[in-house]
């Protein structure tokens, strides 16, 4: 799979962990930095993540920063980006099934690598059932993404 990986200074010693892991585990990643522990603005990069997946470079989108809170915030903001915050296995693969969640944002100075890891691969794995029910709330939620798009 082809995962777009960003962070801000926070989330950046597990944004090394992921990036390695998933690469041992066959998958493309996409780095859009940050590439160093200096404070940096979370929304810079929450951005590029949410871009990146809602463009179609990547099929899924990893963001983190400290709590994982603004990370989701920032990147919701992108049309076509379905962010969750994810802090255990069974909010990760029920907002993929559920909600078809597009970008994972996780809390660096919340959980710790193993947790993270296990997060990740869960949410990996997931797939969006289609059912009806949860497609009726998705199309309703990209509705509210046309209805409130504010022009540049």
């Not at 871009?51 to 989701?72: D, P």
């Not at 915030?73 to 909010?91: E, I, M, Q, W, Y």
Request: aromatic residues 6%.
């Amino acid at each position: 799979m082809r995962i777009v990986l960003g962070c801000d200074h926070g989330g950046f010693d597990l944004k090394r962990t992921l990036h390695h892991y998933l690469e041992q585990k066959g998958h493309s990643v996409i780095n859009v930095g940050c590439d160093t522990a200096d404070a940096v603005d979370y929304p810079d990069f929450a951005e590029k993540v949410a871009l990146a997946v809602s463009r179609g470079e990547a099929e899924r989108g990893i963001m983190l920063c400290g709590s994982g809170v603004g990370a989701s915030v920032a990147a919701n903001k992108v049309p076509g980006a379905r962010a969750g915050l994810c802090h255990d296995t069974f909010s990760a693969h029920q907002g993929v099934e559920d909600d078809d969640v597009n970008v994972l944002c996780l809390g660096a100075r919340v959980i710790g690598p193993n947790l993270a890891i296990e997060i990740v691969e869960t949410w990996l794995r997931a797939r969006f059932t289609k059912a009806e029910r949860h497609q009726r709330r998705l199309d309703k939620v990209l509705a509210l993404e046309k209805k409130y798009k504010v022009a540049p």
